[in-house]
């Protein structure tokens, strides 16, 4: 069993930046996908990006491209979202969540975290 809890979150202006953490819990860390999403009030949860195993690969949603940057270190079971200028509509509960799979589909993640509230006002 993985836990993740996510961090980093807050109110900050349109423009600005924020890095959002997920630290994971067990050993296996190492041998998953990571993905990053989220969910604005009323919207559905929505893809934003995930990061391979060992970093060789990285993929976003086309409105995240340019502005987001997911990493990760397998030293700390952390992984890393940073999110440069931020928009009114990237207000958000983010959540990370792990899968086994290369290239996961939404259904094949299999932990998710709690959420970190991110706030962007105009």
């Known amino acids: 069993q993985v836990q993740l809890v996510e961090s980093g979150g807050g109110l900050v202006q349109a423009g600005g930046s924020l890095r959002l953490s997920c630290v994971a819990s067990g050993r296996a860390f190492i041998s998953y996908t990571i993905g990053w999403f989220r969910q604005a009030p009323g919207k559905e949860h929505e893809f934003v990006a995930h990061i391979t195993r060992d970093s060789s690969s990285t993929y976003y949603a086309d409105s995240m491209k340019g502005r987001f940057t997911i990493s990760r270190d397998n030293t700390k079971n952390t992984v890393y979202l940073q999110m440069n200028s931020l928009e009114p509509e990237d207000t958000a509960v983010y959540y990370c969540?792990?899968?086994?799979?290369?290239?996961?589909?939404?259904?094949?993640?299999?932990?998710w975290g709690q959420g970190t509230q991110v706030t962007v006002s105009s």
């Open positions: 969540a792990v899968s086994s799979a290369v290239r996961p589909t939404r259904n094949e993640y299999g932990y």
